[in-house]
């Protein structure tokens, strides 16, 4: 599973040093129960099954900041979008269909909440 | 026709436990001019030695072919040996069968194939070999130290000690360096001052050191033991031998707008200037870029007051020619440019400040007079945040990937400086390791943490952001409680990587010395050549080398003094005689070879020369045997074949080349 992870984010989790940049930039922090430095080192220890359970995926605001910052290249927000594909996959199918797009968008939406939908809009 | 013995070394497991070692002595039976082959658990031991030599003698040998490491390692090892038992050292080729062939390769089949294919060239190259004769040259007794920081004064000393002349180049206007600017050094807490200018005035007032300041090195030519160096001794637009140091140029100078590089330009200073009260030597610099004079042409206020009469604006620049014998590179570092850490507010507010500046903000002599204000109010802060390790360890394009090895303790001794004169001060570190390894080290980080209260956070800091009361906000992560922390501060103190000094690439292109992907000037061995360039008579001293902190620093420069003392002690050096030569008769004078050779080392002559019958006068190159390093970047720039190389001649390396390709 750690495997698959990782092959989906395209990430090397053994990079991070445990500085903890990334939890101390994320603007979501204190919603989370798992924290982006955490993210990492469970990937590595295989905890993936606790990641699939995590709040973090949904309350994580895909705002790439910690990906910005990161000095190790480890890039929690892709390892997070990785594990919220995997739980996604298993439930089958995205809530939004690109044919739906049109009547929603709205300038002020960032393109990022967009793509975010597809995956965790549920209306 | 040769006769050739091969000789295999198993060097114990490391060769033979992937190389068949007895499929390649018998190989090597059959190839032209092999007349013995033997494989040996060791070699280079006194028995493997004695085999050889046994060989040569039983068998006659002209030539032989060791099957063994790289001969970085041993080449010089097994030429003593032929040259005992009675052959030209030249006579003796090493196929590295264990850093090109055991130790990269798994499989025994194809790491035993390759050893053979690498015997056969060697094979093939010994065919073609004839002896050569070593000449000798004599050693310049003088030597050069580039940089006059900390590293550079030692070593300089040391060699001058040794009774030895040096010169020391050093491009600002003073000796002395970083060390200058720090206020307190750990471990012991002692002025950096204090016990750095004995030294920079040891240093000026020694018989056999002359300091070169506000100089940059030019040109260098030449090879170890007989460098010619153009040192350039820039205007100071003062004469140094009537300025008497009084600085009243430097207070009455109305051009004051620009920074004062001494403090790291937290406060400024005139356009003519000391750089600091112990400068030596103390002789005032006028900056051209700022002087009033130089832009418009009025002004000389300086010349006014100077009652010495030493101001000198038509002052030109200097060149000056030495000869040295070695070499020694101390260009020390620099403080990596922290701008690009925008999250931390560097730019933009004036109490986010860097640790080096923090000790001009500490130092007596420094803007504040040595009372630890804030820089935008003036105001004595309540809180102070420093955050380690910015700008090192990481991989991305802001950061260095390697540690910066002194911050961790300058934080520490930071944080307990501050909290001893001002108890009242909360200190707050953010770090990621807390990295102490050395005597005493370790138990003054602890003191930091027990005895005054240092409130060490394990985590990085996300941001830094002003707030409305004009205090600083941090926002970061203490890893250990999994917890946020937000803090409000009146200061940051940025302990920022350190980087090799700008310069130092064009100083290694002159001394062809390599430097790393970091631009650290490279260390011949990393483990048993420390202090050497893989560059002959260039020796490593200081943070040029790698970070690391005064008492390392002072230790390197000795090392590198008693190996620049120990080339100098020698009367003649043993010259390489796989030199270059080229062919009269091929020869067209084109002057491609002499525009490569990286030591100057051919010339060109009007001869006569005798071509099948027709005499004509021709230009020539011809090669000064004593330059010549053997590169052999000319035989390969040569468009007429004519510049060949003994020892690596062309037909040599096609021979081996065949061999491989057979
Ligand atoms: C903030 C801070 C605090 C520190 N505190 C401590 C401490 O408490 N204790 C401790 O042990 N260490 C401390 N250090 C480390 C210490 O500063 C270094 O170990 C030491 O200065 C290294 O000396 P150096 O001679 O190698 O380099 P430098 O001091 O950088 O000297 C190099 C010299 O070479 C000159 N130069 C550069 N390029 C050229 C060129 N091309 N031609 C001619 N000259 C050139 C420079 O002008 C300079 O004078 C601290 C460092 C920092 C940044
Ligand atoms: S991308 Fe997600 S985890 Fe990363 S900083 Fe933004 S909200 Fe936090
Ligand atoms: S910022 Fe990167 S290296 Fe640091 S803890 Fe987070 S993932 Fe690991
Ligand atoms: S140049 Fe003249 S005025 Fe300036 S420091 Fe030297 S002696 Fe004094
Ligand atoms: S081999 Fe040629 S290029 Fe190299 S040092 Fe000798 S003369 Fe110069």
């Given at each position: ?123 | ?529 420390p202090v050497e360039s893989p560059t002959a008579g260039v020796f490593l001293s200081g943070v040029c080398q790698g970070p690391k902190d005064i008492p390392e620093t002072v230790s390197q420069a000795g090392a590198a003094a008693v190996k620049v003392v120990g080339l100098l002690a020698k009367d003649k050096l043993v010259t390489n005689p796989c030199t270059a030569t080229p062919n009269e008769l091929m020869c067209n004078g084109c002057s491609s070879c002499a525009r490569v050779c990286p030591y100057g080392a051919i010339d060109y002559v009007e001869k006569e020369v005798n071509d099948h019958g027709k005499r004509e006068v021709r230009r020539l190159a011809t090669v000064n045997s004593a330059l010549c390093q053997g590169c052999g970047a000319c035989t390969v720039a040569c468009p007429s074949g004519a510049m060949d190389l003994k020892g690596f001649s062309n037909r040599q390396i096609m021979a081996e080349v065949d061999a491989i390709c057979r």
């Amino acid at each position: 599973m750690s495997e698959n992870i990782i092959r989906i984010s395209g990430i090397n989790p053994r990079q991070c040093m445990k500085c903890g940049k990334c939890s101390a930039t994320c603007p979501a922090f204190d919603e989370m129960d798992v924290h982006p430095h955490q993210f990492a080192s469970m990937v590595v220890e295989g905890r993936v099954d606790e990641l699939l359970a995590s709040e973090t995926l949904w309350k994580c605001l895909s705002c790439f900041a910690c990906v910005e910052r990161c000095p190790r290249s480890v890039e929690p927000a892709k390892l997070i979008e990785a594990v919220r594909d995997c739980v996604i996959r298993q439930k089958g199918g995205s809530y939004l269909s690109p044919d739906d797009i049109p009547e929603k968008l709205d300038s002020e939406l960032p393109q990022q909440a967009l793509m975010a939908a597809f995956r965790k809009y549920r209306k | 026709m040769q006769r050739i013995g091969v000789f295999v070394c198993w060097c114990g497991s490391n060769i033979a436990a992937t190389v068949d070692v007895d499929a390649v002595v018998e190989a090597v039976k059959n190839e032209p001019g092999v007349c013995f082959a033997k494989n040996y658990q060791y070699m280079c031991s006194e028995a493997g030695q004695a085999l050889i030599k046994d060989a040569i003698k039983e068998h006659n040998l002209t030539g032989i072919v060791v099957c063994s490491c790289s001969p970085r390692m041993h080449e010089a090892t097994f030429r003593k040996t032929a040259e005992q038992a009675g052959l030209n050292p030249y006579m003796v080729e090493i196929a590295n069968i264990r850093e090109h062939c055991s130790w990269i390769h798994k499989d025994m089949k194809e790491a035993t194939e390759k050893a053979v294919i690498l015997a056969r060239a060697a094979i093939a190259k010994v065919n073609l070999n004839a002896p050569l004769q070593a000449g000798e040259s004599a050693v310049t007794k003088r030597a050069l130290v580039i940089g006059g920081g900390i590293a550079g004064l030692q070593s300089a000393i040391d060699i001058a000690d040794a009774g030895y002349p040096v010169d020391i180049v050093e491009k600002s206007p003073t000796i002395g360096g970083k060390m200058a600017q720090l206020d307190k050094t750990f471990p012991t807490l002692d002025c950096a001052a204090c016990i750095l200018t004995p030294k920079m005035v040891e240093a000026a007032q020694h018989p056999n050191i002359t300091l070169y300041t506000y100089s940059e090195v030019e040109e260098v030519k030449g090879f170890v033991g007989n460098f010619n160096v153009k040192i350039k001794k820039k205007a100071r637009f003062v004469d140094s031998t009537k300025c008497t140091g009084c600085a009243v140029c430097t207070a009455k100078c109305p051009s004051r707008k620009g920074g004062n590089e001494f403090n790291c330009n937290l406060d400024t200073r005139g356009a003519v200037y000391i750089p600091f009260a112990q400068a030596v030597p103390n002789v005032a610099t006028i900056d051209t870029e700022r002087c009033i004079h130089f832009k418009t042409g009025k002004c000389g206020i300086c010349q006014k007051v100077c009652s010495a009469g030493a101001i000198d604006f038509e002052q030109k620049d200097e060149f000056i020619e030495e000869k040295y014998g070695a070499i020694v590179v101390a260009t020390g570092f620099e403080i990596l440019d922290v701008t690009k850490f925008d999250e931390f507010q560097y730019t933009k507010h004036p109490d986010v400040v860097t640790s080096l500046e923090l000790e001009r903000i500490m130092n007596a002599a420094g803007p504040t007079k040595g009372t630890l204000l804030r820089m935008s109010n003036k105001e004595h802060p309540h809180d102070i945040v420093f955050i380690q390790c910015v700008g090192s360890r990481g991989n991305t394009c802001r950061d260095k990937t390697y540690c910066s090895k002194i911050c961790c303790m300058y934080t520490a001794k930071h944080a307990m400086l501050i909290r001893e004169k001002y108890p009242d001060v909360n200190v707050h570190v953010f770090y990621i390791d807390v990295r102490t390894p050395g005597k005493n080290f370790d138990e003054f980080y602890r003191r930091a943490v027990e005895q005054y209260n240092v409130d060490y956070i394990k985590g990085m800091v996300g941001k830094v952001w002003e707030k409305e009361n004009g205090r600083l906000a941090v926002q970061g992560v203490d890893l250990i409680s999994n917890r946020r922390i937000m803090l409000e501060t009146d200061m940051v103190v940025l302990a920022a990587a350190i980087q090799p000094s700008k310069g130092v690439r064009n100083i290694a292109t002159m001394l062809t010395a390599s430097i790393d992907t970091n631009d650290f000037l490279t260390e011949a061995h990393p483990k048993l050549r420390p202090v050497e360039s893989p560059t002959a008579g260039v020796f490593l001293s200081g943070v040029c080398q790698g970070p690391k902190d005064i008492p390392e620093t002072v230790s390197q420069a000795g090392a590198a003094a008693v190996k620049v003392v120990g080339l100098l002690a020698k009367d003649k050096l043993v010259t390489n005689p796989c030199t270059a030569t080229p062919n009269e008769l091929m020869c067209n004078g084109c002057s491609s070879c002499a525009r490569v050779c990286p030591y100057g080392a051919i010339d060109y002559v009007e001869k006569e020369v005798n071509d099948h019958g027709k005499r004509e006068v021709r230009r020539l190159a011809t090669v000064n045997s004593a330059l010549c390093q053997g590169c052999g970047a000319c035989t390969v720039a040569c468009p007429s074949g004519a510049m060949d190389l003994k020892g690596f001649s062309n037909r040599q390396i096609m021979a081996e080349v065949d061999a491989i390709c057979r």
